[in-house]
T-cell receptor
Framework: KNEVEQSPQNLTAQEGEFITINCSYS?????LHWLQQHPGGGIVSLFMLSSGKKKHGRLIATINIQEKHSSLHITASHPRDSAVYIC???????????FGTGTRLTIIP | NAGVTQTPKFQVLKTGQSMTLQCAQD?????MYWYRQDPGMGLRLIYYSASEGTTDKGEVPNGYNVSRLNKREFSLRLESAAPSQTSVYFCASSEDRTAAGELFFGEGSRLTVL
């Protein structure tokens, strides 16, 4: 089973700050997922990437396959970005996902 | 376009009672999943279905059964609920059978077993 570690577990920042959330995994993968869980509980997929970088609005996801590491960046953070951010990677062999425990982000106005 | 719909959103059961969580997706996806989410832990896979008519165990299947009724619907049944099954349950679907497919989640079902 792929091991997934996210850091930090909790992050509080002021509105407008640049945010970085990290995800490390133990086994080489085909694709990595970043998900967002809103305070109400719903989960949405933000990114799925297998190499390089992807950008969607103020969110940027990067992955370094050699170092088995991915980062999620948020530029010009806003209180509505407050959520839990979860990364997930496939297990080697069965392609089912292992999920990290999440990073709880709070943006203060 | 409703996406993934799961019901009920909240349920309280007594130990030993049974119940079924319903899930339906309207995106014509092949793969469907049931996960549970517990405090301090990542989402854990209970059961999944790669296509209509097939189901397979995930990481934590004990105490649960599933039915892939058709391509749209995937239900999760607790035959004799236990307090350890108190959790938030999420149904998800994906067009892709591999882990490279984008996942679409339902809103979650919060289950409390007394």
């Amino acid at each position: 089973k792929n091991e997934v570690e996210q850091s930090p577990q909790n992050l509080t920042a002021q509105e407008g700050e640049f945010i970085t959330i990290n995800c490390s995994y133990s086994v080489g993968i085909s694709a990595l997922h970043w998900l967002q869980q809103h305070p109400g509980g719903g989960i949405v997929s933000l990114f799925m990437l297998s190499s390089g970088k992807k950008k969607h609005g103020r969110l940027i996801a990067t992955i370094n396959i050699q170092e088995k590491h991915s980062s999620l960046h948020i530029t010009a953070s806003h209180p509505r970005d407050s959520a839990v951010y979860i990364c997930a990677v496939p297990n080697f062999g069965n392609e089912k996902l292992t999920f990290g425990t999440g990073t709880r982000l709070t943006i203060i106005p | 376009n409703a996406g993934v719909t799961q019901t009920p959103k909240f349920q309280v059961l007594k130990t030993g009672q049974s119940m079924t969580l319903q899930c339906a997706q309207d995106m014509n996806h092949n793969s469907m999943y049931w996960y549970r989410q517990d405090p301090g832990m990542g989402l854990r896979l209970i059961y999944y279905s790669a296509s209509e008519g097939t189901t397979d165990k995930g990481e934590v299947p004990n105490g649960y059964n599933v039915s892939r009724l058709n391509k749209r619907e995937f239900s999760l049944r607790l035959e004799s609920a236990a307090p350890s099954q108190t959790s938030v349950y999420f149904c998800a679907s994906s067009e892709d059978r591999t882990a490279a497919g984008e996942l679409f989640f339902g809103e979650g079902s919060r289950l409390t077993v007394l």
